[in-house]
């Protein structure tokens, strides 16, 4: 997991509960890297989950939420520090249709060693838009919040649904977005 994902996750645990939070849950995690994060470093993604696990402790919030709420706070950072890719005459479902081609392929291209999911769009039209998520991490409460964070993000209002289809390894995560009003 990039390290931007770090830095920004202790950022908002500073904001959302205090400065001394960021070092309990540090402390708590027993991370491998200490937590000393930089941006461009790469670090075990089971860092992260360490980390929202001790947070979770500490707060009593549940662990989905908690990745829920830190997606949405998320996007909003990267529509702060990757304007030019959060184009906003897309609009929501054309931005979010573009995640895998557009978005992740650009990431890819400014962080080769990314570990990013796989989104594939099974269904596209004016009223509904359906992504199905996969990766090995699993990160499908974090895809929600982005998700809603991107929704937020264009002000568009759009209910969203989640499926979870097959097991195992071919375990995958449908997004039903539909358009209300
Ligand atoms: C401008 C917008 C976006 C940027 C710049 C961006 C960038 C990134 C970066 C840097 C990572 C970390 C890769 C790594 O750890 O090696 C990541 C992971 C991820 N991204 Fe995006 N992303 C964007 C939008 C989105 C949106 C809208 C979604 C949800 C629909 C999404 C879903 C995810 C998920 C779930 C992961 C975690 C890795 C995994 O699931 O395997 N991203 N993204």
Redesign the pocket.
Request: with cysteine; glycine share 0%.
């Given at each position: 997991?990039?390290g931007?994902?770090f830095t920004e996750f202790l950022e908002m645990v500073e904001q959302k509960f205090s400065a001394d939070m960021v070092d309990d849950i540090i402390d708590a995690a027993d991370l491998p890297s200490g937590g000393a994060y930089t941006a461009v470093g790469?670090y075990s993604h089971e860092e992260i989950v360490a980390l929202v696990v001790a947070l979770s402790k500490r707060t009593g919030a549940q662990i989905p939420d908690l990745l829920g709420t830190f997606g949405r706070y998320l996007?909003g950072r990267?529509a702060v520090t990757?304007p030019d890719?959060?184009d906003r005459s897309l609009g929501a479902f054309g931005f979010?249709a573009g995640?895998e081609d557009v978005?992740?392929a650009e990431?890819r291209k400014l962080?080769p060693d990314?570990?990013?999911?796989t989104?594939e769009v099974e269904r596209h039209d004016e009223k509904e838009l359906v992504l199905i998520y996969k990766?090995i991490?699993h990160?499908e409460d974090?895809?929600e919040g982005?998700?809603h964070g991107?929704l937020m993000h264009f002000g568009e209002r759009v209910s969203v649904v989640r499926q979870t289809q097959g097991d195992g390894i071919d375990r995958a995560e449908r997004f039903i977005l539909t358009r209300e009003g």
């Open positions: 997991m990039k931007v994902v790469t996007f990267f990757y890719l959060v979010l995640i978005i992740h990431v962080y990314a570990q990013l999911p989104f990766s991490r990160f974090l895809a982005l998700i991107c």
